[in-house]
Structures are given as C-alpha cells and as structure tokens.
C-alpha cells in the first residue's frame, strides 16, 4: 500500500474525479480553506521534495507557514487570528478595548506604527507622556498626566481646577524675570501686571517721581531706557543745557538728578 493509501484510504473518488483526473479539491474538512487559503497550492503547506507533496501532518498553527514572515518576532504567540484573519494580513481585526489602552477620541485615527514604533506591540507606556512628551508645550513645567486637563477627543478645550494643581502661584515659577528687571524689581509680578496680558502694566510700587513728569506722559522707557534700576534724565534734558544750568555746582552730574529735584520740578 502506498502512503498516500495509508494516509487517506483506497477510495481516490473522494477526492479525485477520475483515474486521469486529479484536479477535484480535498474535502479538507480538518482545516477549511476559505479566501486566502483556497488559493494556495498544496504543496505550499504540504511540502515534501521540491515537487512532490508530503502526506505528513501540517500545523494548523499560523506560524506553521508564516513563521519565517513573522514581523512580530514570535513576540505575540503562535495564533494570529486573534488580530488576522484569512482574508490578508492588512486586515486586523485586533479589538484595543480588550488591551490596558482603549483607544476613544481621537486616538481612534491614529495610525498604529504611531505609538507601535518600529513594530513594538508590548510594553508601550500609557500615560499621555509616553507619546506626546517631545510636543509638551508647557515644558515639563506641570508633573501630572496631561488628563488631568486634557481629554482623547484634543488638545483644546482643557477644562481644570485651579485649586487643585500643585505648582507655585508664584509668577516667576513660569514666567521667568525679563533681564529689565533684573536687580530692580522683586518677585512681585502681580502689583503691577494683570492675568489677561503683560501689557498694558499698572505700576502699583512705592515710586517718589511723578510718573506723568514732563513729556515722559506715563512712558517708564523715557526715563528707564535701558533697565529699571537706574534712570536718565537725558533724552529730554541735553547734557550741555543741563551743564550750562548747574555751571555753579562742583562735581555735577545728570545721574543723580532725584537727589535735589526729587519731584522733578526746577526748585
């Protein structure tokens, strides 16, 4: 008896239609083949030589025949139909509400070599950190998740509680001190700006000069060019006219103007 006899018995009319005929498919009621399947030659899976066809037993595993394609590197099992199905490998069927990820919002869109890179399908964080923190456009500067603010459906519309975060109410813990200001003005940002903008700024400190003096009509860069801590009387009081007034003092200077005319009148 042959091995093919041994294997399927002496009735070759089950699967051939006759002695010359060997084209009628195999029942092959073990394993169905269906879309995919049902074009692939026998000896795709059945391989004996390089032309014969083996009657040995065949996995009925994926990996049987798809191992040496595997692009997971055996990383999720030996059952690809848990994602794929007959129809082809693009198809997936993998359901993400089933894994420590659901994906809702807009993560639904995203495709999934976007947060599986370079084909890593385990161990992916699932913090909103563990994408996004490269695009974080408050620097690191607020230590808990993004959804504590934020939600799946985007970026905008943030809803939060103020009271609840942890960071300093301090202005200076986001918004680092200009370098006009630096060794002039405390770290008191509120007494003389606002929560809406920087600008327009009120300035609220203790200062003896009228602010409205002379033409300077409320402009602090007209007597603070360059730094708030010092001053200049020179852009509306020229130093030779100046020079030529106070002729009668020793050792005059246009630095210290405040220490005699500390209204900014001419007594």
Known sequence: MTQHQEAFGTDCRACHDGVDTYGKAYAHATYPLVEGHAQVACIACHRGSSTRVSLRATSTECVGCHAAKDIHEGRLGTQRGTCHSTSGWARTTIDHGRTRFP???KHVSV???ACHVAQRWTGIGTTCRSCHAAADPHAGKFAGDCGA?????GWSGATFDHATLAAS???VTCH???A???GAIANTCASCHGTTAWKPATFGLSHRFPI???RAAGSCSACHPSTWAGYSCAQCHSASS???RHRRLTNFTQTTCVACHPTGRGD
Not at 149 to 153: G, P, Q
């Open 169 to 171: 109410s301090t202005c």
């Open 176 to 178: 680092a001190k200009p």
């Open 111 to 113: 495709q999934c070599e």
């Open 242 to 244: 100046m020079a030529t």
């Open 212 to 214: 409205n003096h002379g």
């Open 103 to 105: 994906l809702v919002g």
């Open 149 to 153: 603010c934020h939600t799946a459906n």
């Open 180 to 182: 006009s200001h630096a």
